[in-house]
T-cell receptor, first 114, second 107 residues
């Protein structure tokens, strides 16, 4: 596997379910990100991790809970979601947080909340 | 509040050169300018990044004037597969993405 992988690619869940999204990067990067992309809206940065420490949480509701056990893996735990949480969830990684480092994105998880 | 402004959409034809301009009037000294390409239901893909003047790689060129308040992504000889959304990102510690430019290439 190369680059950034995400599983599952598609997920349908009810509002009372608990599920997790997984992201893995094979690039040796130190920073990882979760984004939400809703239809016809810009990408919204949700969380940023650097060397497994959360460095940014952009006012994301507590029903989204990130976890970064090591620099290669990032999870997004979901519980009691709302229909408006349906979106494409994208994971990205970069060599570091400095301005000059570009981000590498995974293919995303298409989440539908019913 | 997005730091960048781009046209919402553009059309062009195969074989043409396409230039997409991004306005970033409030760019800060440490900000880099990065362009990404996104196809439907995929993550954005890095195209090119620059700080000043001109940068060229195998797929695009990026022109940045001296005041750095705008930048232009130039795609030479586009093909149908270049139909995508293109994002200009002015990057410092904050990662605020704009709405992007939907580029449609016609035969």
């Amino acid at each position: 596997e190369t680059g950034v992988t995400q599983t599952p690619r598609h997920l349908v869940m009810g509002m009372t379910n608990k599920k997790s999204l997984k992201c893995e990067q094979h690039l040796g990067h130190n920073a990882m990100y979760w984004y939400k992309q809703s239809a016809k809206k810009p990408l919204e940065l949700m969380f940023v991790y650097s060397l497994e420490e959360r460095v940014e949480n952009n006012s994301v509701p507590s029903r989204f809970s990130p976890e970064c056990p090591n620099s290669s893996h990032l999870f997004l735990h979901l519980h009691t979601l709302q229909p408006e949480d349906s979106a494409l969830y994208l994971c990205a990684s970069s060599q570091g947080l400095a301005e000059r480092y570009e981000q590498y994105f995974g293919p995303g998880t298409r989440l539908t909340v019913t | 509040l997005a730091k960048t402004t781009q046209p919402i959409s553009m059309d062009s034809y195969e074989g043409q050169e396409v230039n997409i301009t991004c306005s970033h009037n409030n760019i800060a000294t440490n900000d880099y300018i990065t362009w990404y390409q996104q196809f439907p239901s995929q993550g954005p893909r890095f195209i090119i990044q620059g700080y000043k003047t001109k940068v060229t790689n195998e797929v695009a060129s990026l022109f940045i004037p001296a005041d750095r308040k705008s930048s232009t992504l130039s795609l030479p000889r586009v093909s149908l597969s270049d139909t995508a959304v293109y994002y200009c990102l002015v990057k410092n510690y904050q990662l605020i993405w704009g709405a992007g430019t939907k580029l449609i290439i016609k035969p």
